[in-house]
C-alpha cells in the first residue's frame, strides 16, 4: 500500500471523495417538473447515507419525500479505524461523515415502509465479516457502500464477494482512480469469478468510463461527446450479473455531457441501470439536490416509458427481491 501525505490527500481529493463538482448545472426544464408527478409513481433510491455531511435524520426523512422516493437503502459506513484503507482516518465515514451498520439499522427500523438498510465495515478489518454478517442475519438486504484504499480483487474483498454469494445480496462499489476500489482495468475478473454475485458500480472512475474516448483515468468528470464502446459499455454488455447505479454528480455528469448517447446506453442496459442519489442535500429540490436533478434527468432522457420505470423502480425491486 502506497504512503499518502494526509495534508495533501485532503487538499487533492476531499471534494472529489464527495462527489462534489462543478459546473453541473441543470437545463431549467428539468427543474420545472412538479413534485406532484413524481409521486404518482413508485421511486427507489438505492443508494442514501445516514449523517451525510452532518444533515440530520429528520432532514433526511424530509429530503427523500420531498424528491418523490417511496423505499430507500440507506448505504452504511464501515468503523473509523486509523488504517491505511482508511488513508489513517481520512476515509471514515465514507469520506463524507455518513454512519453505521447501527445507525442505519436503527433508522430504517424506525420508518420500516420508506427505507430499508445495508451491512458494511472496513474489508481489513480482523472483525469485518463477522460484522457484516451480522447486520445480515438482522435482515441488510445490501453490503456496501464499498468505499476503501484497497485492490478489488484483494483477497479481503474477495471474502466479502463470497459473503455476498451465501447470503445472495448485492454489494456497492465506489470506483475512484488511486483512491478507492483500486483496479477497475481488472474488475472483469471478478464478475468471472464470481458469477452470482450481484455488483453495483458507481462513482466518478466508474462513469467517466463510458466511452472509448476516456484514456486519461484523473480525468474523473469528463465533458463533451462520448464515444459508445467504452469499457464500462463493454463490462456490462457481457456480464449480466453487474448494474450501474447513476447516482452523485457523477451519475447527472454521465446523463447531461451527451444526452443522445445516454439515451442509446439506457437502451443497450435498461435491465442493469438503478437510480441512486448519493445526495447530501436537506431539501430533495433545487438546483443543489442532486437527487433531484437525476430523476429528472432520468425522466427527460430515458428513450421510453418502459426504460423510465425500469431504472427509478423495476430494476431494484429485482435486485433487492422485493
Known amino acids: ?29 428539468f427543474l420545472s417538473e412538479s413534485l406532484s408527478a413524481q409521486e404518482k409513481e413508485p421511486i427507489i433510491d438505492i443508494h442514501q447515507h445516514t449523517n451525510y455531511v452532518n444533515r440530520t435524520d429528520e432532514q433526511l426523512l424530509a429530503h427523500q419525500r420531498a424528491m418523490g422516493v417511496t423505499l430507500t437503502v440507506l448505504q452504511p459506513a464501515g468503523r473509523p479505524l486509523d488504517y491505511g484503507s ?11 461523515e455518513a454512519t453505521g451498520n447501527e445507525a442505519c439499522y436503527n433508522f430504517s427500523k424506525k420508518y420500516p415502509k420508506e427505507f430499508l438498510f445495508g451491512a458494511n465495515e472496513v474489508p481489513d478489518f480482523p472483525g469485518a465479516i463477522e460484522e457484516i454478517e451480522k447486520y445480515l442475519k438482522l435482515g441488510a438486504l445490501f453490503i456496501g457502500e464499498s468505499k476503501f484504499n484497497v485492490e478489488c480483487d484483494s483477497p479481503e474483498m474477495q471474502k466479502i464477494y463470497m459473503l455476498a454469494d451465501k447470503y445472495d445480496v ?13 483496479g477497475l482495468e481488472r474488475f472483469h475478473t471478478m464478475l468471472e469469478k464470481y458469477p452470482n454475485v450481484k455488483f453495483l458500480a458507481h462513482s466518478q472512475s466508474w462513469w467517466a468510463n463510458m466511452g472509448k474516448e476516456q484514456l486519461d483515468q484523473n480525468n474523473i468528470y469528463p465533458k463533451g461527446k462520448v464515444t459508445p464502446g467504452g469499457l464500462i459499455d463493454i463490462l456490462l454488455t457481457k456480464y449480466k450479473n453487474l448494474y450501474a447505479d447513476l447516482s452523485a454528480p457523477s451519475g447527472l455528469n454521465a446523463i447531461l455531457r451527451d ?3 445516454m439515451k442509446a446506453f439506457m437502451q443497450r442496459h435498461q ?24 430523476i429528472a434527468g432520468i425522466k427527460r432522457v430515458a428513450p421510453s416509458k418502459q426504460v423510465e420505470r425500469k431504472i427509478l423502480y423495476e430494476n431494484s425491486k429485482r435486485l433487492l427481491k422485493l
Open 170 to 182: 448485492p454489494i456497492l462499489m465506489h470506483w475512484q482512480h488511486k483512491m478507492y476500489n483500486r
Open 86 to 96: 482508511t488513508y489513517y482516518g481520512v476515509g471514515n465515514g465514507l469520506q463524507a
Open 259 to 261: 444526452e443522445e448517447h
Open 1 to 29: 500500500m502506497r504512503n499518502y501525505s494526509r495534508r495533501n490527500f485532503i487538499k487533492q481529493n476531499s471534494l472529489a471523495g464527495l462527489g462534489v463538482v462543478a459546473g453541473l448545472t441543470m437545463p431549467s426544464i
Open 271 to 294: 435491465d442493469q441501470i438503478v437510480f441512486g442519489s448519493d445526495c447530501p442535500d436537506a431539501f430533495g429540490h433545487g438546483d443543489k439536490c442532486t437527487g433531484a436533478k437525476i
